[in-house]
């Protein structure tokens, strides 16, 4: 039998040994991924993992899973960070530790993972915990698709994972820019997979945004109309919303660059009528609105942390609403401020330069109203505090940057340098990570009952901070001394000492990440002294500390009723935080199912098997996916009632809890 | 420390763009400024513990959201006029006001070099831009490969070549010197070296430097530009004698260029 | 209430939870159509910017068979009115119209997907294929997307029809039922916009 026909492209060549350092890394990853599964297999956690995580389409556990997922893709994305700031601090007049190839690997590979399968699977972890709790609900709307997402965004991180030990990845950045994607010039596997990933992952984050949507729109608690609603599901809708409408774009840039490269196409090649120009309008047409998706529950994050931790209402909730919706539609009127330079009339990069400019109004206002919040408050500096403050200093330089590079004249002098890299990264770093790290501090104690350890998280947040500065700093330096981004090497002495600089500052980041594990680490050791099941543990203000810490799988025994914004808030200050019926009914949920996990599996069956031309297999999956959603449409039981002794038993338990607490306070 | 960048400006662009930059941040430290003050004041001043005004209730006031908004939409209504001004002044295709004609040279993007054809003056140079000072110089742009980058940041500002299509840059320097000039998009292996030297020399310097070329003997016809066209990392200058006529615009058919797509004078097309 | 919101199924004697379940699925839909009505958008756009460049090769004037277009609109539009006898059927309760109709609609579906095919394997004959040019590439790709919403339809009307049989008009089968009536006129309306933008420029012309 002809190999090619079984195993298509794929041979013995596609194992890393090209280079030291990569089979350094595929053996990382090899062996790490054997020690996970020896230590479950070691604990006999299998089935406790497989009945109470993987079939279950919770979207309490669905968000823990996403955000697991994020904060191991965030590891291997620093990583690729520390390497690129290692190569550049070394390679002045000489070619540095790694070659070309393996660099452009690299900082491909960083930023399509800190995207796509960290930022985005940290946000919808947060946004999948907390959305149905804050609005009262039992479950998203459709819990099941709910799970697919998880899954198919899990299959698209594992395909970048898989390029890591089988093949190679895209050398051609988190942008994809043909024609240097195009067969011609890059005719690797390394593009098929990053377009693959991008693919599958974007199938399942419009699924879970749609389901957001569904959720925000239909599924509020009785009374709770959209103006009461807490100000992060305002930024969870819009979000969804921008995902809903913008990923369409990657959807056709990468479906179209996938056709060209597969068929012989001619959308984004050099000849044969191809026009690049698309593709770059098509990418950033998704691109622009994504940087939103990215930072808008950022924002709500901190909309919920600093009036908590100011132990005051928020201040303006009415115009931060209208300034959410305002960034949201206006985020789909800027995205040609990305190509500038790509020789369109002076009239329309006037136009976009204006729109973008505009963009800063909205955004603006919204720090006002933070630090209004704060204003005669009582400030308390916990972490999830910590973030946010450092977030407001911080990001105002990146948003004074991003006007700069707005204004067209001086975006033709500053684009593709390493200003433009600082100024993404001061957006990106406190605008979405420190919201994500405000949000991870914060809803941690309510997901599993006991807080994480305050002084590893201090020392987490301090070395972050100095080390985003020391990072990126000397970034706008060199951005202003002309060097440009994606430089294995350069020959400019001058440089160097802030490459150097930059590459302290990544290693000072790198301690922040140790004091985060060690941080999880001995907060899960010492929880049998900082458990706190009686949930309410900041003094929180929205319904989500209305419930036990873990909450219960049915959320809400009895549906809150909501007539205000901030109901727990408000409930508390009349003396009635709890209500605790006579009788409870027997409530439905739904049924775990394998579906989820199975759609993930066939998922990357499928991208693998395109990336390396296995026809056979590629059918098979497709055959799959097709079966198991027809299979699935038969079923008729799926879901299971939980009798309403379970549910008087389980609030029994909270209600002493919350008893012994309010003991121990007297 | 930022000799030849943008804020050692070597020509008239990018001295106007150096002006701008601090024109804009000025005009944004008025709203910035305050956040860092502000900020500071609230975090000390309202502390847990100090006994300052505690107001928990207090979320909303119509006079402190007028002026939240106010502030930057009058700075953002500046900003307007300044974008669309100077976006017209400092536009890389306007030709730039000189007593003189400009010089025009046709740059290819290769992988991984830069060639330099003079067409009025029938010679051509790689990784080498010399040009003279005081004369305005028109760069006519296109790519025989990926999508590549040209900017000289003493200069001014940079625009993409693109393969089948004609992009233009107008330059001016006004003090003489060798400048920094590069690809600055990401264009492959040999990219981080894909740099040239961008010449500004007075007007017997630039007969000198077309005297050398004529006097290289090399002629950059058919063949030759297949030689220099395959991928090369670092490669030196070349200067050619004689180039072959209409090579640029042969270059761009070999792309599918449609001649009523390409006329010099219009931006580069694009898509809707 | 539950009749107010959702006529077209007719749920008065459902459960009151069957409405709201009705009501978030079907919203859920529209929202995924218009997730859906943006990738044909912007394929539009590409293919509107894309129609000059033929690299030589032909042009749509030479290429397109009206005839056979407008024999594609016509069948698919008939589809989609057989498609709402069926919607009336099964608001009436009438079982064995509704997937009768649905059998009819099915046909003409698997009609249009064939005159499709038919046109592409004339054009492929002709040497007009999608690696021709940046413009046939365009064409093929925004003809096929539409042509495998086709196809996902017909394979989901083959689903509903087994459904129909086993579980007879049961509340999901209905509730399905009116989603991919959705789906089956969305298709109509795209359609609608290819023929428009992409066959009546060369009669025109």
Known sequence: ?666 | MFKDSLFDPAGPVSAATRDLFFDSVGLMLIVVAPVFLLVGFVLWRYRAGTGAAYKPHWAGSRAVEIGIWFMPVVIVVALWFIVWNRTHALDPYKPIASGLPPLVVQAVALDWQWLFIYPDENVAAVNRLVFPVGRPLTIELTSDTVMNSLSIPALGGQIYAMAGMETQLNLLADRPGVYDGRNTMFSGDGFSAQTFAAEAVDVSGFQSFLAQARASGDALDAAGFETLSTPTIAGPVRLYSTVEPKLFHTIMAAHGSMPEMAPAANHAEHAP | MSERQHPGINLTHARPQDARHAEVTVFGFWTFLMSDAILFALLFATYASMVSRTAGGPSGAELFDIGNAFLETIVLLLSSFTFGMAAVALKEGRQRAASLWLVVTLLLGLGFLGLELREFSSLITQGATPQTSGFLSSFFVLLSLHGLHALVGCIWIGVMLAQIAIFGLSRPVRSRLLRLGLFWHFLDLVWIVIFTLVYLPVVSA
């Open chain 1, 1 to 666: 039998m002809n190999p090619d026909l079984l195993f298509g492209k794929l041979t013995l060549d596609a194992l890393p040994f090209y280079s030291p350092i990569a089979a350094g890394g595929a053996a990382t990853i090899v062996l790490g991924g054997v020690a996970v599964v020896g230590l479950i297999t070691w604990l006999k956690a299998w089935t406790y993992l497989w009945t109470e995580w993987f079939t279950s389409t919770d979207h309490k556990k669905l968000g823990i899973m996403y955000v697991i997922l994020a904060l191991v893709m965030l590891l291997r994305g620093f990583v690729d960070a520390l390497m690129m700031r290692a190569q550049q601090a070394i390679a002045m007049g000489n070619e540095g530790y790694l070659t070309p190839d393996h660099f452009q690997q690299v900082f491909s590979s960083h930023g399509t993972i800190m995207i796509f399968f960290m930022g985005m699977p940290f946000l919808f972890g947060i946004m999948n915990y907390v959305v149905p709790l804050q609005l009262g609900a039992r479950d998203v709307a459709f819990p099941l698709l709910n799970a697919i997402g998880l899954w198919l965004t899990a299959a698209g991180a594992a395909l970048v994972m898989a390029s890591l030990v089988i093949g190679v990845f895209s050398t051609g950045g988190w942008t994809g820019y043909p024609p240097y994607t195009e067969l011609s010039y890059s005719p690797t596997v390394g593009v098929d997979y990053w377009i693959m990933a991008l693919l599958i992952a974007g199938t399942g984050t419009t699924l879970s945004a749609i389901n957001f949507i569904v959720t925000i729109y239909k599924m509020r608690a009785p009374g709770m109309g959209l103006m009461q609603m807490p100000l992060f599901c305002w930024t969870a809708l819009c979000a969804s919303l921008l995902a809903v409408f913008a990923l369409p774009g990657l959807t056709v840039a990468g479906g179209l660059l996938a056709l060209d490269r597969y068929l012989g196409m001619h959308f984004f090649t050099n000849d044969g009528g191809g026009n690049v120009m698309n593709y770059a309008n098509l990418f950033w047409i998704f691109g622009h609105p994504e940087v939103y998706i990215l930072i808008l529950p950022a924002f709500g994050v901190f909309s919920t942390v600093i009036p908590t931790f100011s132990q005051k209402r928020l201040f303006g909730y009415n115009v931060l609403v209208y300034a959410t919706m305002c960034i949201a539609v206006l985020s789909f009127t800027v995205w040609l401020h990305h190509f500038f330079t790509m020789g369109a009339d002076a009239n329309v990069n006037a136009f976009f330069g204006i729109m973008t400019a505009v963009i800063a109004v909205p955004t603006g206002v919204k720090v006002y109203d933070w630090i209004l919040t704060m204003y005669r408050g009582r400030l308390r500096f916990d972490t999830p505090m910590l973030w946010s403050i450092a977030f407001i200093l911080t990001f105002v330089i990146g948003g004074m940057t991003g006007v700069i590079l707005s204004i067209p004249p001086l975006d033709y002098v500053f684009h593709n340098t390493l200003f433009l890299i600082a100024h993404f990264h001061n957006m990106l770093i406190p605008g979405m990570l420190f919201g994500l790290f405000a949000g991870y501090a914060y809803w941690f104690p309510k997901a599993f009952g006991f807080p994480l350890d305050e002084t590893w998280g201090r020392r987490a947040f301090w070395f972050w901070v100095v080390g985003f500065y020391l990072a990126f700093m000397p970034l706008y330096v060199l951005g202003f001394m002309g060097a440009v981004r994606r430089m294995t090497y350069y020959d400019q002495p001058e440089w160097q000492v802030y490459f150097i600089i930059a590459a302290i500052g990544a290693l000072s980041v790198l301690l922040g990440i140790v004091s985060q594990i060690i941080q999880l680490v001995v907060s899960i050791r010492n929880r049998a002294q900082t458990a706190n099941l009686a949930g309410d543990h900041w003094g929180g203000q929205t319904l989500e500390w209305s419930t036990s810490s873990p909450p219960p799988e049915y959320n809400f025994a009895v549906l809150p009723t909501v007539c205000t914004l901030d109901a727990f808030q408000v409930a508390k200050d009349m003396g009635t935080p709890h209500l605790w019926p006579e009788r409870y009914e027997p409530l439905e949920v739904p049924r775990n199912t394998m579906v989820g996990l199975v759609f993930g599996a066939l998922a990357f069956l499928l991208g693998f098997a395109t990336v390396w031309h296995i026809w056979w297999l590629a059918g098979l999956a497709i055959i799959g996916i097709v079966g198991i959603t027809i299979a699935r449409s038969f079923a008729t039981e799926t879901t299971r009632i939980i009798p309403a002794s379970e549910i008087a038993l389980t609030e029994l338990r909270w209600k002493q809890a919350i008893l012994a607490q309010q003991g121990d306070a007297q």
